[in-house]
T-cell receptor, first 112, second 112 residues
Framework: GNSVTQMEGPVTLSEEAFLTINCTYTATGYPSLFWYVQYPGEGLQLLLKATKADDKGSNKGFEATYRKETTSFHLEKGSVQVSDSAVYFCALSDGGSYIPTFGRGTSLIVHP | EAGVAQSPRYKIIEKRQSVAFWCNPISGHATLYWYQQILGQGPKLLIQFQNNGVVDDSQLPKDRFSAERLKGVDSTLKIQPAKLEDSAVYLC??????????FGEGSRLTVL
């Protein structure tokens, strides 16, 4: 079956540091890949997505590249801000059922 | 555009009692999902509706959980009787396909 594995958190960084949150997946076929973000007290919201190999999704300074050869979709940001503190979820959706499968989430804490 | 509405935001009940959660998706979204998110874990799909039909309910504990989406719009998730391990946030999401979901703020259930 489909699965998503994320690095364990929390990830604690100082403001303006470089961020990487690792995500790898297992899926049949060619899934679409997503990063969702959950800010404190709020629901999950889509951050970025990529629908085919080598696609790069980007939003709000965050980027992730769909790497089919390594089955990965790592999230990066060059300079984090305190306001980026949240829980980040990697997810995939296969082309058959469109039922999204989520990773367990990685908490990011950014200190001033 | 109004987002996904959920109620109640918080509910505390004793074990063996019943509880119901309500969700109103974004207008025009045919697909509606209920997820269970236990603290420290990623969302786990309970049931997916397409209009008023069930697409997947393989992970719904049918001995105690039930869900309906009459008229293909809003939906209700019920738990009866509740167990301690049902303490979680119940997330409703809607979408138009390809795995991109729009989430409500969730309903937090505490079972004592």
């Amino acid at each position: 079956g489909n699965s998503v594995t994320q690095m364990e958190g929390p990830v604690t960084l100082s403001e303006e540091a470089f961020l990487t949150i690792n995500c790898t997946y297992t899926a049949t076929g060619y899934p679409s890949l997503f990063w969702y973000v959950q800010y404190p007290g709020e629901g999950l919201q889509l951050l970025l997505k990529a629908t085919k190999a080598d696609d790069k999704g980007s939003n709000k300074g965050f980027e992730a590249t769909y790497r089919k050869e390594t089955t990965s979709f790592h999230l990066e940001k060059g300079s984090v801000q305190v306001s980026d503190s949240a829980v980040y979820f990697c997810a995939l959706s296969d082309g058959g059922s469109y039922i999204p499968t989520f990773g367990r989430g990685t908490s990011l804490i950014v200190h001033p | 555009e109004a987002g996904v509405a959920q109620s109640p935001r918080y509910k505390i009940i004793e074990k063996r009692q019943s509880v119901a959660f309500w969700c109103n998706p974004i207008s025009g979204h045919a697909t509606l999902y209920w997820y269970q998110q236990i603290l420290g874990q990623g969302p786990k799909l309970l049931i997916q509706f397409q209009n008023n039909g069930v697409v997947d309910d393989s992970q719904l504990p049918k001995d105690r959980f039930s869900a309906e989406r009459l008229k293909g719009v809003d939906s209700t998730l019920k738990i009866q009787p509740a167990k301690l391990e049902d303490s979680a946030v119940y997330l409703c999401a809607s979408g138009v396909g390809a795995g991109e979901l729009f989430f409500g703020e969730g309903s937090r259930l505490t079972v004592l």
